[in-house]
């Protein structure tokens, strides 16, 4: 089946619609299926990455109309060049607007909600309006929904009685017998099991900041705060987050990571901290699953769907007081922590991978109508 994807940004730069598009779309080859991806960039071409095809288009600078806009060039594209399309997967709202076009032109589609973006605390009231209007108005505007997981499926039936399916985001096992070469520890003076990890884009909704100040409560005992992350969209924000960890020689800012870098900052950390008042469903969070690593998790959800109730230390969202406790506790009784490790790494693997979630999500399309 040959699918189009259209919605993220670049996909040398992963986010989270980013990183589900590339390995979703490589595993699809690996199965025999045709995938090409759409994403924002800052030039216009084309390429080849592990397998499909990857159309870059270059767009407005605003927010506001860069997504619609190239989800209409995208469509446009597909259905004057792209012949034997079986289906068009738009990513959000923004771009499945033009759904109804392609499918005028007898292309199916489905829109993928990634989350309640009107939630995230970056948008003014005004804008949080909107965008709730928009996501009711695509909600029944397309015809074929899937969510990253079950609790967005249950919104959309309780709020727009729209039926949905859940396609989880996955991961791929990490291999921790082949040899990692990175020098990320030695960079930032960081010991085996010393130190928190926090990972992900460096976003108010994930809170970093919570955290941060929460570390700079406790009584460490050698242990360090690690924020792996960056934000080029709010600089503002980094910027605050240093300020908060710069009289703490304890709290350790590395940037965004990838690769060899990120697998290693995995491999070695003492517990995993997801503080996020709003997510999808965390590709960081099954990663960290899947490397067995203890979980400080928010009471979200989200994460209530992957992690159950005795499996991790919780806390409330925006909590200074909880994470404080939580990382003390983690400090003071570790054997807490690492008895469920291995039961997380099991749920992970026999749910989230990407050879799982492929197989269902072709099963899904196979069920869509036009």
């Known amino acids: 089946m040959k699918i189009v994807f259209i919605g993220g940004r670049n996909i040398h730069v992963l986010g989270g619609i980013e990183s589900y598009m590339l390995n979703l779309a490589t595993q699809l080859v690996k199965m025999g299926h045709e995938p090409v991806v759409f994403c924002e960039s800052d030039h216009d071409g084309e390429e080849l990455v592990n397998g499909f095809r990857v159309i870059h288009q270059k767009g407005f600078k605003s927010n506001l109309i860069c997504k619609p806009w190239l989800g209409l060039k995208a469509t446009i594209h597909t259905i004057r060049h792209i012949e034997g399309v079986g289906f068009i997967h738009y990513n959000a709202w923004p771009p499945s607007l033009w759904s109804p076009l392609s499918r005028l ?21 005004m804008q949080q309006k909107i965008m709730k209007f928009m996501e009711w108005f695509t909600a029944h505007l397309n015809r074929n929904l899937i969510m990253c997981s079950e609790d967005q499926c249950r919104y959309f039936k309780t709020h727009y009685n729209r039926d949905a399916i859940a396609i989880p985001t996955a991961i791929y096992l990490p291999d921790l017998r082949r040899d990692n070469n990175s020098d990320i520890l030695m960079k930032f003076n960081l010991q085996k099991g010393k130190y928190f990890l926090f990972l992900a884009r460096l976003v108010q909704d994930k809170n970093p900041d919570y955290l941060i100040k929460a570390f700079n409560t406790i009584e460490n005992r050698g242990y360090k705060l690690v ?69 400080i998790a928010s009471d979200i959800p989200s994460n209530r769907e992957v992690l159950e109730d005795d499996k991790a230390l919780w806390v409330r969202p925006e909590s200074v007081e909880d994470l404080a406790n939580a990382m003390t506790k983690a400090i003071e009784n570790q054997e807490l922590l690492t008895q469920f490790v291995e039961y997380n790494y099991r749920k992970v693997a026999e749910n989230y991978t990407w050879d799982k979630v492929a197989e269902k999500y072709i099963a899904t399309l196979k069920n869509f109508s036009k």
């Open 105 to 125: 032109f007898g292309i199916r589609s489905l829109m993928q909600g990634h989350g309640l973006e009107w939630q995230r605390s970056k948008y003014s009231p």
């Open 227 to 295: 924020i792996a992350g960056n934000n080029d969209a709010d600089r503002d924000y980094v910027d605050y987050l240093h300020k908060l960890g710069v009289a703490n020689d304890n709290v350790v800012f590395t940037g965004a990571v990838y690769g060899e870098d990120k697998d290693q900052l995995l491999r070695n950390a003492f517990t995993f901290c997801i503080p996020s008042t709003i997510e999808g469903l965390s590709i960081s969070l099954l990663e960290a699953m899947s490397y067995r690593l203890p979980v």
